[in-house]
């Protein structure tokens, strides 16, 4: 894929963040194999940056950070009205991942 070509075709791409529309000149390509594509998004509305993996198809190249139907409406309603992830909510998480005495699954309340 052209760079070039790739940020015209992904340019009014939703932020993962807050949802505005991310331009051509703000997307970056880092890594180009021909079938995938890194790229990092950068929103000038909220200042988020975003890497995302882009799987080409015929007619429109597609986002790892798009939209997942395995959401049901609500959740997709609960998340799209939450803030962006900030640097106190990754301070939060780290001291309580400190304190955990579990693995992965423990936290996740997987008994099986």
Same mark, same amino acid.
């Given at each position: ?5 790739l #940020?015209?075709?992904? $340019?009014g &791409?939703?932020? =993962?963040?807050c949802?505005? =529309?991310? !331009?051509? +000149?703000?997307? +970056?390509v880092l $890594?180009?194999?021909?079938? @995938?594509?890194? @790229?990092q998004l &950068?929103?000038?509305?909220? *200042? ?6 882009v799987?080409?198809?015929? =007619?429109?190249? %597609?986002l790892d &950070? +798009? #939209?997942?139907?395995e !959401?049901d /409406?609500?959740t997709? $309603? %609960?998340? $799209?009205? =939450?803030? /962006?992830?900030?640097?106190? +909510? @990754?301070?939060?998480?780290h001291?309580? !991942?400190?304190?955990w005495p579990?693995? !992965? %699954?423990?936290?996740l *309340?997987? &008994?099986?």
């Amino acid at each position: 894929m052209d760079d070039r070509r790739l #940020r015209k075709r992904l $340019a009014g &791409t939703s932020c =993962a963040s807050c949802g505005a =529309a991310i !331009l051509g +000149d703000d997307i +970056d390509v880092l $890594a180009d194999r021909g079938d @995938v594509a890194f @790229v990092q998004l &950068t929103c000038k509305g909220c *200042g988020s940056r975003t890497l995302s993996l882009v799987i080409p198809d015929s =007619a429109h190249p %597609r986002l790892d &950070t +798009d #939209r997942h139907p395995e !959401l049901d /409406p609500a959740t997709e $309603a %609960r998340l $799209a009205g =939450a803030p /962006p992830i900030d640097e106190s +909510d @990754v301070d939060e998480m780290h001291r309580f !991942l400190e304190g955990w005495p579990g693995d !992965l %699954r423990s936290i996740l *309340g997987d &008994t099986a």
